[in-house]
C-alpha cells in the first residue's frame, strides 16, 4: 500500500481507506465488484425517485413524438457476422499501464497528459469504426477515468483523438464551465453506462443512467458542463436534464434483469448527456448480454417518464 496523501475511498459497498486504489478486477467489460464511480453526494449517485417534477415535464416529454420507445443501444455482439461490438466497452488497467503520449483535435477543451491506454485497449464499435470511437480507461490503483472520443491508435503506441477528458473518481470536481469531454455534456461516459457485471452478477444499478435525444436545448444544467445545440426553445431538454421512469410503472412481468435496469430508471433516471436518437440508452458492448432480455425495455415509452425537476440553466 502507497503510504502518501490517503484517502477514504467507499469501495465494494463498504468504507474503506486507501491511498488511491479501489479493489475492482482488471481487463476488458471488468467487474467493478460493486465499487461506485465518484463519492456518495455525487449526482450520478444521487436518488431522484422522490424530487419534485418539472412544472414543463409534459411538454418537455411530447416534444420527442409520440409513444417513443425506450431503446437499450447495447448488447452482445455475437450474432454480427463481422464481430462488430454494440455498445461502449471499457477496460480496466493497472497503475503500472504505461502512459503514452496523447494528441487532441480540440485541444483547448482536452485534458493534456499522457493516458494509461494499452495497445489492446476497446474502441467502441471495434477498430474499424466510422461512428464515435469512444475508448474508455479506468486506472484502478489511481482510481481515474481516461476517456477519449475518435480516438485512432497510432504505430508507435501513441493516440490521437478528437478530444480527452480524465476523471478522479474520489472526487466531485466538474470540469470548467463550457468544457466538452468525450461526451458532448461535458460529462463522463463510463459511470452512465449499464454494465453487465451490475446486471447479472451484482443485480444492482446504483447510478444514474446516460441516454440521448434527438433535438437538445442550447443549454446545460450541473453536472453537464457543455450544450451542443443552437436552438434556443424552452420546449427542449438541456444537457444534463434528469428523466425518471414513472413510480406508477409495473415492472413485475419483466425478466429479473429487465427489472434490475428498470428499478434504476425509477430510483435514479437518466441523465441527457448527447444528441442522437429519442431515448436511447447506453451500455457496454459485451457478448453475454441477453438481446431478448434486453429488447423487452423497448415497451417502455417516453410517456412513462417525466422530468425531474430542473436546477438553474447556464445558457452561454
Request: aromatic letters at 10%; a neutral charge; proline letters at 7%.
Amino acid at each position: 500500500m502507497k503510504t502518501q496523501n490517503f484517502l477514504a475511498i467507499f469501495c465494494a459497498g463498504c468504507m474503506t481507506v486507501s491511498a488511491w486504489a479501489c479493489d475492482t478486477g482488471v481487463g476488458v467489460n471488468a467487474d467493478l465488484h460493486g465499487n461506485r464511480f465518484f463519492p456518495a453526494d455525487n449526482p450520478w449517485n444521487q436518488a431522484i425517485d422522490t424530487k419534485a417534477i418539472d412544472p414543463n415535464s409534459l411538454t418537455l416529454i411530447n416534444q420527442m413524438g409520440s409513444g417513443v420507445s425506450l431503446h437499450p443501444d447495447f448488447g452482445a455482439d455475437a450474432y454480427w457476422a463481422d464481430s462488430k461490438p454494440f455498445g461502449i466497452p471499457y477496460i480496466v488497467v493497472s497503475g503500472t499501464t504505461p502512459k503514452v503520449p496523447m494528441s487532441f483535435t480540440y485541444s483547448s477543451e482536452s485534458d493534456p497528459g499522457s493516458y494509461p491506454f494499452p495497445a489492446n485497449a476497446p474502441i467502441e464499435g471495434g477498430p474499424n469504426s466510422k461512428g464515435d470511437r469512444h475508448v474508455l480507461v479506468v486506472d484502478q490503483d489511481h482510481w481515474k477515468l481516461y476517456e477519449t472520443w475518435n480516438s485512432y491508435p497510432q504505430l508507435d503506441g501513441s493516440w490521437d483523438a478528437g478530444s480527452g477528458a480524465i476523471f478522479d473518481l474520489s472526487s466531485n470536481a466538474l470540469r470548467p464551465a463550457g468544457w466538452t469531454s468525450a461526451d458532448a455534456a461535458g460529462l463522463p461516459i463510463l459511470p452512465g453506462l449499464v454494465r453487465y457485471d451490475e446486471v447479472y452478477l451484482h443485480k444492482a444499478i446504483n447510478h444514474a443512467i446516460r441516454f440521448t435525444v434527438a433535438q437538445t436545448r442550447k443549454a446545460y444544467i450541473a453536472p453537464a458542463r457543455h450544450f451542443a445545440s443552437s436552438n434556443t426553445s424552452t420546449n427542449l431538454l438541456p444537457m444534463g436534464a434528469r428523466l425518471r421512469l414513472k413510480a406508477s410503472y409495473d415492472i413485475s412481468a419483466f425478466a429479473p434483469p429487465a427489472q434490475v435496469i428498470l428499478k434504476a430508471l425509477k430510483k435514479y433516471g437518466i441523465i441527457v448527456a448527447d444528441n442522437g436518437s429519442n431515448m436511447y440508452i447506453s451500455g457496454t458492448a459485451d457478448a453475454r448480454w441477453d438481446d431478448n432480455v434486453l429488447n423487452t425495455l423497448k415497451q417502455v415509452k417516453n410517456t412513462d417518464f417525466e422530468v425531474v425537476k430542473m436546477g438553474p440553466l447556464t445558457t452561454h
